[in-house]
């Protein structure tokens, strides 16, 4: 039986606009079509372990509803696949911060984006 919580809690999600610009001043990325994924190690915030954001550049797609569809499908495959990753890092005394950026100009499929996040997922140095 699986016993993996599949969610995804409002503490793991990032926020802070100053956490946000140490991410992508700081961050490493790495691409594997249709996302990016830019990771961040800092010390222990006391929120959480793992704080995680999804984006979709307005530049590609103008209409938010565009948008709001690939985030949904980002985060529901992130809340799916992330239980290896939230193991790894649970006793850890730092903060992994993570932020998945759509790359494509055309819309994939819910399968496309799970695959990506996937082997993001399984990339991420812990």
């Known amino acids: 039986m699986d016993r993996h919580k599949y969610n995804f ?3 793991e999600r990032l ?7 140490l991410l992508l001043e700081n961050g490493r ?14 010390p222990f915030n006391g929120e959480s372990n ?8 307005k530049r590609k797609f103008k209409r ?3 948008r709001n569809l690939l985030k949904r499908r980002m985060r ?10 939230r193991e790894g890092i649970k006793n ?4 992994l911060l ?8 055309e819309f994939k499929d819910y399968q496309t984006i799970e695959s990506a996040m996937i082997r993001h997922l399984k990339s991420v140095e812990l």
């Open 29 to 42: 990325a790495s691409n594997l079509s249709p996302l990016r994924m830019t990771v961040y190690k800092i």
């Open 92 to 95: 850890s005394d730092f903060t």
């Open 64 to 66: 938010a509803v565009d």
């Open 50 to 57: 793992l704080q995680v954001a999804f984006s979709v550049p």
């Open 15 to 21: 926020k802070q606009l100053n956490l946000f610009k």
């Open 76 to 85: 529901e495959s992130y809340r799916l696949n992330c239980h290896d990753v």
């Open 9 to 11: 809690p409002a503490i």
């Open 98 to 105: 993570i932020l998945f950026t759509y790359l494509n100009h």
